[in-house]
């Protein structure tokens, strides 16, 4: 289980406190999407998470465990974490980086045993990066080191995934193969997934919960269903330039004069 009791997150600094009261818990097969606008708190709260950055009050355990306290070597045995930036070596080739996940796992030589050999061959199966694994990481497109940076964390084995904003540079069939497969991933694995994005249309139709950042402090959570009908995900994301709406599940481009017509949208879009 991972438990966020009373979980505030931030800086201690003049930006202060972002979420503040943060009560929730996932389960072991949880697919769950974190949503909201830029700067409601979407990565500061999955670095909090992760243990990348100390909360300002509350704890996050997983299995019963502080994750902040976790040695470093423990936390990475459980807990995979995918976020915007990337830092490797230029010269590591795919293969190298993907392998580097099993290091918690190594003795101090570093030999991969033949269970981390099976856990990487999995990963790159899985997520399709098989005929880039002799390339260099650097000089893979923006899509394809996504792709191995999911490889890598799947192939960690972890009991809880932290994955920020990593579809961002896939296309649109990528997208659904890539959610959809983390997806099956947390059932199959039974592990926790928590992916943050923007792509809103997707995370509401694949996620089995979605946290819901509104960008004022606040947040909801529920079902992609139960979010939608009761307008927590319009309160979160209308502007006056569009609309979301629950019956038709999608937003709706707005312009003065139709609003003023109609009270709805002229054009919709996906």
Known sequence: MLDLKS???GYRNTRG???SGIDLSAAPGDFICILGRNGSGKSTLMRTIAGLQPSLNGIATLDGEDIASMRPATRARRIAVVLT???FNPGLRVEDVIALARQPFTGWQGGLADTDRAAIGDAVAITGVEPFLRRFF???SDGERQRVMIARALAQTPHLMVLDEITAFLDLPSRVEIMALLRAQAREKRQIVLLSSHDLDLSLQLSDSVWLL???GGF??????VLSGSGAVGRAFDTDGIRYSASLGRFEI???EDVGRSG???WAFR
Not at 220 to 225: L, N
């Open 7 to 9: 979980l505030a997150v």
């Open 17 to 19: 406190v972002v979420l």
């Open 85 to 87: 930036e990337r830092q």
């Open 138 to 140: 650097s000089d893979l």
């Open 214 to 216: 509104d960008g004022a």
């Open 220 to 225: 909801s959570v529920g079902t992609p269903d």
């Open 254 to 256: 707005t312009t003065s």
């Open 264 to 266: 709805r949208a002229g």
